[in-house]
Structures are given as structure tokens and as C-alpha cells.
């Protein structure tokens, strides 16, 4: 499995929108994109108990079965995934990496559920230096699961190439900017959504 690093920060939508100015300002915006995020557990929750997040993304025509799990280290995630051509409407029976997955917790396909939805605009902006691309997204989501409906405005700051430090040293000079206005969290969007709809 590949390693996902990446900090995140959430803060109200009036300050998500402030530091996304903030950001025009500075950066250039490589591109905005809509997503759909179908996520997924057993009828006996337990992927949820596991800490595993199963995802069906749909963006720009093409289909993302993808599979995270925790490290021990909080900006860490474990990733897996498959692209498929065109728009999925449920998770593809036959996906490898879901079947190993089944496998692993010995469930069946016909065991899997909906879960949360969740509906992003995603706002990309890439910060490139001589060590390190860091791709910057600016995530205005709306979460769906239960019969209710809850907004979420995040930052995230990815490490796509180079050295972990300068990513770390860059949500730290965020933070440090904004102070009161983000909240930094290593709680993933799933888990979040999670305890909002079923709390």
C-alpha cells in the first residue's frame, strides 16, 4: 500500500472562504473539481471498529475504489486503490482490492453497505519549491448519511513528491497564521462524518 501524507485543518465556512482568498492572492489555482464520495461498511460495522475506510469516488468521468487504513503516526494513512473508466453506481464485485479486503475481515460482497455520502468541491492549488510539490486543496463537502445533512470546510496540505519536514513546516506556518480561525485535525473526513450522522 502506498503511504498518503497529509495534514488537514477545518474551520468555519466564513474563514475557509477568507484563507481561500488569502490563497488567490498568493498561489495560482491549478484546477477545481466535483466530487462524489459514496463511503461504505459491513452491516456489522466492521470496517468502522477496523479504522478501515472504504470509498467509491466519482470525478472528472472516471470511478476510485479506494481502501485507507490508520498508522501510528497521525498524518499518515495507509492507500490503496483502482480507477475505473466512467461513472460506478456501487462498488464493482469483482475489485481485487475489495475482494482482498472481504477476505481479510471475512465478510461477503453481499455484506457491504452504504454508509456516508459526501459531496466536495475541491479547490486545488500546488505549492512546487526545489525539494518538495505540495498539493493544497480547499474542500467545501457536504456530508449525507441518516436522514441528515452537515457542511464541512477543510484544507488539506498533501505531500505529493519530496520531504516530508517542509510539508510538516508548512501546515505549521499556517496554523501559526490563522491561529484561532482553523482547528488542525487528524481525524479523517469519514471519521468525522461518522460522529456527526450516528452520534
Not at 62 to 90: F, M, W
Not at 142 to 154: D, M
Amino acid at each position: 500500500m502506498a503511504i498518503e501524507t497529509e495534514v488537514k485543518f477545518r474551520m468555519e465556512r466564513a474563514s475557509w472562504e477568507q484563507i481561500k482568498d488569502d490563497f488567490d492572492r498568493l498561489y495560482q489555482l491549478d484546477h477545481t473539481e466535483e466530487q462524489s464520495n459514496q463511503y461504505f461498511n459491513t452491516k456489522g460495522g466492521e470496517l468502522d471498529r477496523l479504522r478501515i475506510g472504504l470509498r467509491l469516488r466519482v470525478v472528472k468521468g472516471r470511478s476510485i475504489v479506494n481502501i485507507k487504513r490508520d498508522t501510528k503516526e497521525s498524518h499518515k494513512r495507509q492507500e490503496v486503490e483502482e480507477v475505473y473508466p466512467g461513472t460506478l453506481l456501487a462498488l464493482p464485485e469483482h475489485s481485487p482490492i475489495l475482494q482482498s479486503l472481504l477476505a481479510e475481515i471475512g465478510c461477503s460482497y453481499g455484506e457491504i453497505v452504504a454508509s456516508v455520502a459526501m459531496h466536495t468541491e475541491r479547490h486545488v492549488y500546488m505549492i512546487e519549491e526545489k525539494t518538495v510539490k505540495i498539493e493544497v486543496c480547499f474542500d467545501d463537502v457536504t456530508i449525507t448519511g441518516n436522514g441528515q445533512e452537515h457542511p464541512l470546510h477543510e484544507v488539506e496540505f498533501e505531500l505529493i513528491e519530496g520531504e516530508e519536514d517542509r510539508l510538516l513546516e508548512l501546515a505549521e506556518e499556517f496554523r501559526s497564521k490563522y491561529g484561532a480561525l482553523v482547528e488542525q485535525s487528524s481525524v479523517s473526513k469519514l471519521a468525522y462524518a461518522i460522529q456527526l450522522v450516528f452520534r
